[in-house]
């Protein structure tokens, strides 16, 4: 089905004269797209990866015409690729490719295009800090940024470092300077608003990429402020978002801004006590779970499962029913199915904490340590299976989230049998090897571990 319809967009496209109009003008038009990246939406993970080859080859030709552009977009193809499967070498190819790119037209002295090379960079650079939890990458987008004049800042530049001023924000717990952050979004979104009416499809979904780095960004100063209004806002601003878009030709981005409006209805839902707005954000979050399959974007389905996880875990600890968290248990595993192809990223590491959290809150629910024997188990046979020096975080993820079991069957029997001791040092192992990688928000859920520990020693 899905194939079909990428067919029937591709010629609506052709037939209306969308290919020159929409895709990077004068691009290659080998491929499926042709070029026109508002296409790659519609493209599974297998075809997309034939795309990014073809667009290696086109701007690996000798002779190519405008082989800054080519390259750029090369780099624009590979860098969806790494979002849908959270590859690193899918990354890091973008980045050489954006890289060169920036090279030849800094020599050609091409300012303009230039421009949209560095916005790439930028957002190359942020996708790894979200899928590796390396926050220097955050610091490395906003010097690159900083390298074009002000006199070539379009709407994109302007949008991504807004996004990029409350991220530090948020890191530094200054509530004011994220807000003014927000702010700062309102003139690019509205100048790419008004380029969606003159370019159509790639404008379209840059303006839906931009919104819900907005959204995701309002949620999160909303979430630190516990402010009801500002969840509001966030919850209408991501259903306008979805409503501008097609889920049959612009899947992912609506899936997106869906799945965010649940998100956001699930944290009203907690500020307010009300368990019906938390079964409505995981009505939507369930819509916006229909709409991507694992084949089509294994990254963005194995997200909306965890979101969905997370949604059902909160109607549990609203409501005390442990059906719902095994719901949000089988949420989690059909997440982690995805996420332990690629082991390091960071969210895996979310998935796998909330997941113990519920088995735990189960166990306490029910008094049955035989749930917690099982988790235990499993961790112990990951531990055991992964060693250390093969792949350190996956490691450390599996130390931490033993460490939480330890914690849990303390907390359940009121009895600490030395566990709490293990729990320690398995954190403390944790903490020492995500600082030696420089994975910063793996690094601070360990130390709130550690503390948690403390208190309870101190108790």
Same mark, same amino acid.
């Given at each position: ?53 073809? $667009? ?64 790439? #960079? ?17 610091? /490395?987008?906003?010097?690159?940024? $900083? ?65 819900? $780095? ?52 699930? #944290? ?44 059902? #875990? ?37 998935? /796998? ?107």
């Amino acid at each position: 089905m899905r194939e079909a319809m990428f067919e029937f967009g591709r010629d609506l496209k052709r037939l209306f004269g969308g290919e020159a109009e929409g895709g990077f003008k004068g691009g290659w038009r080998e491929g499926l797209t042709g070029g026109d990246t508002s296409l790659l939406e519609l493209l599974d993970v297998r075809l997309l990866t034939n795309e990014a080859r073809s $667009a290696d080859i086109v701007a690996g030709r000798i002779g190519a015409k405008d082989r800054g552009s080519r390259l750029l977009e090369a780099a624009v193809v590979w860098r969806e690729l790494a979002r849908r499967v959270g590859d690193a070498a899918a990354l890091r190819k973008g980045a050489a490719q954006a890289e060169a790119a920036a090279k030849i037209l800094e020599a050609e002295r091409r300012h303009d295009i230039l421009a949209a090379v560095r916005c790439e #960079q930028a957002v190359l650079a942020m996708l790894g800090a979200d899928l590796f939890g390396d926050e220097g990458l955050i610091a /490395a987008a906003s010097a690159t940024l $900083a390298l074009t004049p002000a006199q070539h800042r379009g709407p994109l530049c302007l949008a991504l470092s807004a996004g990029l001023e409350g991220r530090a924000a948020l890191a530094a717990n200054d509530s004011d300077r994220a807000l003014s952050a927000l702010q700062a979004y309102e003139a690019p979104l509205r100048a790419l608003a008004a380029a969606k009416r003159v370019k159509g499809g790639p404008a379209r979904l840059l303006l839906a990429e931009q919104r819900a $780095a907005r959204v995701d960004l309002m949620l999160a100063c909303a979430a630190r402020l516990k402010d009801r209004a500002l969840t509001e806002t966030a919850i209408a601003e991501a259903k306008a978002g979805a409503a501008a878009l097609d889920p049959d030709f612009e899947p992912l981005a609506w899936s997106r801004l869906e799945g965010l409006r649940g998100a956001a209805l699930v #944290q009203l839902g907690e500020l307010d006590g009300e368990l019906s707005r938390i079964a409505d954000g995981i009505s939507a979050l369930t819509a916006a779970a229909e709409c991507v399959t694992p084949d089509h974007s294994p990254m963005d389905w194995a997200r909306t499962q965890a979101a969905l996880g997370a949604g059902l #875990q909160a109607l549990g600890e609203a409501s005390t029913n442990e059906r719902a968290y095994e719901q949000a248990v089988s949420a989690y595993d059909r997440a982690t199915h995805i996420l332990r192809v690629q082991p390091a990223l960071a969210l895996r590491a979310v998935v /796998a904490n909330n997941r113990a959290l519920c088995l735990a809150r189960c166990a306490e629910l029910t008094a049955d340590l035989a749930v917690l024997d099982a988790a235990e188990l499993a961790f112990k046979a990951e531990l055991a299976s992964a060693p250390g020096g093969r792949d350190p975080a996956s490691w450390a993820v599996a130390q931490m989230n033993l460490a939480r079991l330890y914690e849990a069957r303390v907390e359940i029997t009121g009895r600490d049998d030395g566990r709490l001791a293990r729990a320690g040092a398995a954190l403390a192992s944790a903490f020492d090897v995500f600082s030696e990688l420089g994975l910063r928000s793996l690094t601070d859920l360990a130390a709130q571990g550690l503390q948690r520990l403390k208190q309870a020693h101190a108790v």
